[in-house]
């Protein structure tokens, strides 16, 4: 039972247009969401986060959005360059000390 | 020098043979996980611990057991592989609950 969702396996976007990755999710006690990059033979790093109590998160390019009631959660980068292309991951926890993550979405930014 | 570090990061080796992947942290991070990440189905977690003396088992804890050595160490073992364990490895560790984690760079394992 996949309980954090990432429904596009891929996304390619030009070169400072706005992409958009989407997340959703079923539990209703994930109370943290957080989104990773992960460059081919590297490790996850982290991105941004956001509460539950938190529609909306902002860091530069990248802003994250959480709705609560569709239990939908997207990420936000503009402009898109390059050196975004990577493959993200949403993740989720609820007061269990572990993360829940999504499948990923590889983004392909073209110049 | 990184501060979660995998060895191996790559590892070939044949069905039924134990092997042991180990992660150190300079970190200082109480919690440490190590999760795998197959094609389509994102990182799944392995094993976790809280501290030395704290060891739980993850959603895929099956044809694997852990040891946690020190605050800094914790190590993966297959005891004995099998195919399917054929995967990308990460090690994470994090401050407290509910904080971020930060991962090793990734152990490439094929089981043949």
């Known amino acids: 039972d996949q309980q954090v969702k990432q429904n596009s396996p891929s996304l390619s976007v030009q070169e400072g247009r706005i992409s958009i990755l989407n997340c959703d999710y079923t539990?209703?006690?994930?109370?943290?969401f957080l989104w990773y990059k992960k460059y081919p033979a590297e490790g996850p790093t982290f991105l941004i986060s956001i509460s539950s109590i938190k529609d909306k998160n902002e860091d530069g390019r990248f802003t994250v959005f959480l709705n609560k009631s569709a239990k939908h959660l997207s990420l936000h980068i503009v402009p898109s360059q390059p050196g975004d292309s990577a493959v993200y991951f949403c993740?989720?926890?609820?007061?269990?000390?572990?993360?829940?993550f999504g499948t990923g979405t590889r983004l392909q930014v073209f110049p | 020098d990184a501060d979660v570090t995998q060895t191996p990061r790559n590892r070939i080796t044949k069905t039924g043979k134990r092997i042991m992947l180990e992660c150190s942290q300079t970190k200082g991070h109480d919690r440490m996980y190590w999760y795998r990440q197959d094609p389509g189905l994102g990182l799944r977690l392995i094993y976790y611990s809280f501290d030395v003396k704290d060891i739980n088992k993850g959603e895929i804890s099956d044809g694997y057991s852990v040891s946690r050595q020190a605050q800094a160490k914790f190590s993966l073992s297959l005891e004995s592989a099998i195919p399917n364990q054929t995967a990308l490895y990460f090690c994470a560790t994090a401050p407290g609950s509910g904080d971020i984690q930060y991962f090793g760079a990734g152990t490439r394992l094929s089981v043949l």
């Open positions: 993740a989720a926890s609820g007061g269990t000390d572990k993360l829940i």
């Open positions: 539990n209703s006690m994930f109370d943290y």
